[in-house]
């Protein structure tokens, strides 16, 4: 699938500065969306399945609840996975045009694995919702115990299927742009499977792990209690049953991640190494341990306030770990990037000339030496007289010498009539200024 790095278009130092910011766009959309709905996948799936067992209506609740957050709509998925997915793979494939990494092609894979997670994540959501209406129901019968079976069935499946799919597509993504940081292995890896037991990409999956129940943790926080004034009817027995099920696992999951924020920038290759990546790195670690800060006090004495905090805090540790990615991709990919800008410019110009348009920029002293250096010098009579005796009259006067030189004229016999040397007036005014310049540096 390098097919996109074989359609990419080449690439100025421009173009390339804009792609490393449309990067921390779309990192800023898609990382906070894929690890909510990876964390809330899992505690859902689990806490669904710890309520069907032991018949506990709080588990089920919340395991409906913690996928409702992050899927309030279908459109959701698209706007903030498959859209900023895709674009991520075709920006890593133009970065990385020219080269032998497979880094766009695991991408590539990993984007259709994710639009299969989301068309089971979105079939487990409605599933999920429809059993929530079945079961607080009254009606029974024959076909509606059957259809309640169906969805049983359909829940189980999706959601399991949701996880399994969303993994795979996590893997692709972390083990791509892990590869895309680390120009030495671009020629080496030549299978998704050699990332697999990578100590870099180990790193990140566990960090990644780490992120998504920290989010979905202090998310079921914040639109329990505080998101448009917490949810309606709540009962005090099901909030202290999401009190006991995310703030503990919420601090836990805050607590372990400087060590892996560490890690992530150890395993780094040299050429990933820059001043803005150490900055991202303790900017995350400082936003992690004030969001641990308000958890821990939640869990002394709980402020439904406090939920908003932690979560804004914990959102702002997740800028900063794209900011990290990104400053990391720029910094390892900068040789790289120098010469498709190198190789763009000899494009450009190849493209110019087969159109006849030629762009190259003439200085007066090209002119000069081109075409009057023949006849005149500063200080010496040659063909014509020196400049040091005629410029004096258009010292104050450039718009004189000027017309001179466009439409020259006979002006002193001892000399022969100077021949129109069919000057555009932005090479005139260009050699107009340069004799100028040599005169005045003369005298």
């Known amino acids: 699938m390098d097919f996109l790095k074989q359609i990419a278009f080449p690439q100025s130092d421009a173009h390339i500065g804009v792609l490393h910011l449309v ?35 709080h588990s089920i609740q919340f395991s409906r609840d913690v996928i409702a957050h992050i899927l309030p709509k279908k459109s959701i998925v698209l706007l903030f996975g498959v859209v900023p997915f895709l674009a991520l793979t075709f920006a890593y494939a133009q970065l990385l045009q020219q080269t032998s990494s497979i880094s766009s092609s695991i991408l ?9 997670a989301a068309a089971f994540a979105l079939s487990y959501h409605s599933a999920m919702k429809l ?3 079945f079961d607080t129901g009254n009606q029974k019968n024959d076909e509606v115990e059957s259809f309640k079976v169906q969805l049983s069935e359909t829940r189980r499946t999706s959601g399991k299927y949701a996880l399994i799919f969303l993994s795979l597509s996590l893997y692709c993504l972390i083990a791509g742009t892990s590869l895309a940081a ?35 943790s202090l998310g079921t926080l914040f639109f329990t209690f505080s998101w448009e004034g917490g949810k309606k009817n709540l009962t005090a027995e099901y909030a202290e049953h999401v009190k006991k099920n995310t703030l503990s696992l919420g601090l836990v999951t805050l607590l372990a991640q400087p060590l892996f924020v560490v890690l992530s920038v150890v395993t780094l290759p040299v050429s990933a190494l820059s001043g803005l990546v150490f900055v991202a790195a303790f900017l ?12 821990y006090g939640m869990i002394k004495n709980f402020s439904a306030a406090q939920t908003g905090n932690a979560f804004y805090l914990f959102a702002l540790s997740l800028v ?4 990290q990615i990104t400053a990391s991709l720029s910094s390892s990919t900068q040789q790289h990037s120098a010469m498709l800008a190198y190789r763009y410019s000899i494009y450009h110009e190849g493209l110019l000339a087969s159109m006849g348009i030629n762009l190259s920029a003439v200085t007066g002293q090209d002119i000069f030496n081109a075409k009057c250096s023949a006849c005149h010098e500063f200080g010496v009579k040659k063909v014509g007289p020196a400049y040091k005796d005629v410029l004096p009259k258009y010292e104050n006067d450039r718009a004189k010498l000027l017309s001179f030189v466009m439409n020259p004229q006979k002006m002193n016999p001892l000399f022969p009539p100077m021949p129109n040397q069919g000057l555009k007036p932005a090479e005139a005014d260009s050699i107009a200024g340069y004799i100028m310049m040599m005169y005045k540096q003369a005298k």
Do not use: C
């Open 23 to 57: 990067l921390n766009v779309i990192y800023f959309l898609l990382l906070p969306f894929l690890s909510y709905l990876f964390g809330a996948l899992v505690l859902s799936l689990y806490h669904n399945r710890k309520g069907r067992t032991n018949n506990d209506v």
């Open 108 to 116: 590539t894979w990993g984007v259709l694995l994710f639009a299969a």
């Open 131 to 133: 059993s929530g209406m």
């Open 182 to 216: 680390d120009p030495n292995r671009w020629m080496s890896v030549s299978n998704v499977l050699e990332l697999l037991f990578s100590l870099d990409v180990l790193v990140r999956i566990v960090q990644f792990i780490l992120l998504s129940l920290t989010i979905a």
């Open 284 to 295: 995350v670690i400082f936003f992690v341990f004030l969001a641990s800060l308000s958890v």
């Open 320 to 323: 900063f770990v794209t900011v």
